[in-house]
């Protein structure tokens, strides 16, 4: 049975942020990974998830650091429900900063360190309106610096081919409706696929296979928004069928694309 209790209001997405505000009553999310950093701020109650094999419980004020491409669920630790906003930022946006370092990682998936907690508040302060773009690129800025001061990683000795997996990542933008293999990748990266592999993973947080799919699964969300039904997505969008965008969805966002549809209509 659906929670009425349960609401999203999601702001207006630009090219390089996506930020939403959400309450829910008990479960949230089933089990789903995203090739984005999730970057939310408790409000109110307990945000509970499990993330890399342990329960996490984020009090009000603490920052929500998911990794992209780690598994984790999403539900209330207490009776009162949880409250949070959130915002989704890409690997590559993140890489416009870092200039082809490895990503940051957050151990435990939370943080109260101010530096990062005041990064993503800034971004989430205001979600009725559009950011200012020179608003945008300076918190996204904020956001990359303070993630990779609090992360104190290391660079490996090993340099990483950022040319080669950006020229792959193009690739696959203008590609996202066409068979895509490594033996096209390679030819468009000018590199072999084994290095590429790798070193796409550690710049941009994912495979090249789950890169193109959630590429896929973003144009199917703003058909499905737009009330498109979902036999015609699953078409459009380079899916097998409808049955195959189900799967990819759930696995990705946590919820069936019926179920999100539900929740983006609630104010």
């Known amino acids: 049975m ?23 009553a008990s479960h949230g999310f089933t089990p789903h990974k995203h090739d984005t950093y999730a970057l939310g701020i408790t409000l109110n109650g307990v945000h509970s998830f499990s993330y890399r094999k342990s329960m996490r419980h984020s009090l009000p004020g603490n920052a929500v650091v998911i990794h992209p491409d780690e598994l984790h669920d999403g539900e209330a630790g207490t009776e009162e429900g949880f409250h949070y906003k959130i915002l989704y930022v890409s690997p590559e946006v993140i890489q416009q900063v870092l200039g082809g370092k490895p990503l940051p990682f957050i151990p435990g998936g939370i943080s109260s360190d101010p530096r990062i907690v005041s990064a993503i508040s800034n971004m989430l302060i205001h979600l009725d309106g559009p950011l200012d773009s020179l608003e945008e690129d300076d918190g996204i800025y904020e956001i990359a610096q303070a993630l990779s001061d609090v992360s104190g990683q290391k660079a490996r000795r090993k340099k990483l081919n950022y040319k080669a997996a950006e020229l792959a990542r193009q690739f696959m933008l203008d590609a996202s409706n066409e068979a895509v293999t490594l033996d096209r990748l390679e030819l468009a990266a000018e590199t072999d696929r084994w290095s590429l592999s790798r070193d796409f993973r550690a710049l941009f947080g994912t495979s090249p296979y789950r890169y193109l799919t959630l590429r896929r699964l973003d144009k199917a969300k703003s058909m499905i928004s737009a009330g498109m039904a979902l036999v015609d997505v699953a078409a459009a969008c380079g899916f097998t069928d409808q049955s195959h965008l189900t799967h990819q969805f759930s696995k990705t966002y946590g919820l069936p694309p019926g179920r999100w549809a539900d929740l983006m209509l609630r104010n």
Do not use: L, V
């Open 2 to 24: 659906k929670n009425t209790k349960d609401w999203t209001k999601i702001s207006h997405p630009t090219a390089k942020i996506e930020r939403m505000e959400a309450f829910f």
